[in-house]
T-cell receptor, first 114, second 115 residues
Framework: DQQVKQNSPSLSVQEGRISILNCDYT??????FLWYKKYPAEGPTFLIS?????DKNEDGRFTVFLNKSAKHLSLHIVPSQPGDSAVYFC?????????????FGKGMKLTVNP | NAGVMQNPRHLVRRRGQEARLRCSPM?????VYWYRQLPEEGLKFMVY????????ESGMPKERFSAEFPKEGPSILRIQQVVRGDSAAYFC?????????????FGEGSWLTVV
């Protein structure tokens, strides 16, 4: 069962426009959400996060929105740049049995065209 | 990703051999996590360790896989009698404390290919 879902495998946008990456989750016990960016043959790099007590967090060109009632979060990148082309993973933090771990979605490939 | 060191970056093993993947956490980090990424999949949690202790191994296959994080030296993920289905990218991550979130850092990964 996929607790964190990224239903669109890919997205292509023009440089300068907005990129919107979506993520849905099923576990209402998740209390922290993160976005990671990953280039081929490299490890994931932390991008931005949001606590479940907030509905928005902004860091430069990156903004994450959280809609708890809909169990949905999104990452907005504006303006998009060619260097943003990568695979983006949505992750949720789960505490279970005293141990906390990240649950990842399958990722979405973003291509920003010059 | 700077600081979390994984080796080897690429490893080829024949079916039935053993694979050992090593992870040195960032300086000052005593919590280590191993994740596996199969082709076309997201990262799946395998195991969470602190120095000399396995905290959570709920994501680790019950057979053939083991992990350790000794008092001295790197964390080791060991896969015995590898099969083709073990071919994947294995990522190690570390954090300074038990709370994840923005403090977790990933290594560059170890790509295991079983032939």
């Amino acid at each position: 069962d996929q607790q964190v879902k990224q239903n669109s495998p890919s997205l292509s946008v023009q440089e300068g426009r907005i990129s919107i990456l979506n993520c849905d989750y099923t576990n209402s016990m998740f209390d922290y959400f993160l976005w990671y960016k990953k280039y081929p043959a490299e490890g994931p790099t932390f991008l931005i996060s949001i606590s479940s007590i907030k509905d928005k967090n902004e860091d430069g060109r990156f903004t994450v929105f959280l809609n708890k009632s809909a169990k949905h979060l999104s990452l907005h990148i504006v303006p998009s740049q060619p260097g943003d082309s990568a695979v983006y993973f949505c992750a949720a933090s789960e505490v279970q049995g005293g141990s906390e771990k990240l649950v990842f979605g399958k990722g979405m490939k973003l291509t920003v065209n010059p | 990703n700077a600081g979390v060191m994984q080796n080897p970056r690429h490893l080829v093993r024949r079916r039935g051999q053993e694979a050992r993947l090593r992870c040195s956490p960032m300086k000052g980090h005593s919590h280590v996590y191993w994740y596996r990424q199969l082709p076309e999949e997201g990262l799946k949690f395998m195991v969470y360790l602190q120095k000399e202790n396995i905290i959570d191994e709920s994501g680790m296959p019950k057979e053939r896989f083991s992990a350790e994080f000794p008092k001295e030296g790197p964390s080791i993920l060991r896969i015995q009698q590898v099969v083709r289905g073990d071919s994947a990218a294995y990522f190690c991550a570390s954090s300074p404390g038990p709370r994840l979130g923005y403090t977790i850092y990933f290594g560059e990964g170890s790509w295991l290919t079983v032939v």
